[in-house]
């Protein structure tokens, strides 16, 4: 039904247990390959079948056995063994906790980056996806990354683009351009989007939170935290004067008892 309301029409859907039972395999054994794997999987699913991937035969667990509780690192190696070499890219929409939780996960991120995967990573606004309130990212990866972009990955804060809905918010068409553009320079914009060398996210303990290279836009117009009490301490004094005279004048004109 998705795939009809944007106008796709030549599909093949297929119901099965991706990451227990692969359903796309060649006849001759293997996952099948793409130039183009995108996904939005569910967000850090537990019980996942990490015991089938203990030895699993497409050997999609060549960075690492993500934890029982969470599946967030099996659907991202899953989808880079089914990436045709060498033009396979994916993108795959993750919680952003999948940037920086260590453990196994932090292992198998660590050799997905030493293995140059990571191209880029996008952060996006939080209850952007029905079911999560999370703030989720999209992660770009590619086989073979073009040699300008060799060794690097870039970081993309894209957090304040978003419409604001009452029960949900939306990213809209101007927004996806705005951070398509970012992704397409592949180049530094303050406050937005940094290009970080593998070496500098390896000094960071192989983390790709994004607010650890990206600087959000200078707070200065921020109060420090006892100024901002003391404020509103008045304001709030001020208020509690303002409802004493109005209750005073209500009274003297007979609209209170």
Known sequence: ???????????????????????????????????????????SLEKWGEEKWESDPFNRNFAGLPPSSSGDYAWVQHMVKSMAAPSGRLAVVLPQGALFRKGSEGEIRRKLLELDLFEAVIGLAPNLFYGTGLAACIVVMRLKKPKSRQGKVLLIDAQTLFRKGRAQNFLEPEHARQVFQWYRDFVDVPHHARVVSRDEIAKEDWTLNISRYVTPESTDDIPPLPEAIAAFKAALARCREAEAALEKVMLEGGWLE
Request: charged share 15%; hydrophobic share 40%.
């Open 1 to 43: 039904m998705n795939l009809l309301l944007h106008g796709l029409e030549d599909f093949e859907v297929q119901r099965g247990d991706t990451l227990r039972a692969p359903v796309y395999t060649y006849a001759t054994g293997g996952l099948a390959t793409f130039d183009c794997v995108i996904a939005n999987p569910p967000f």
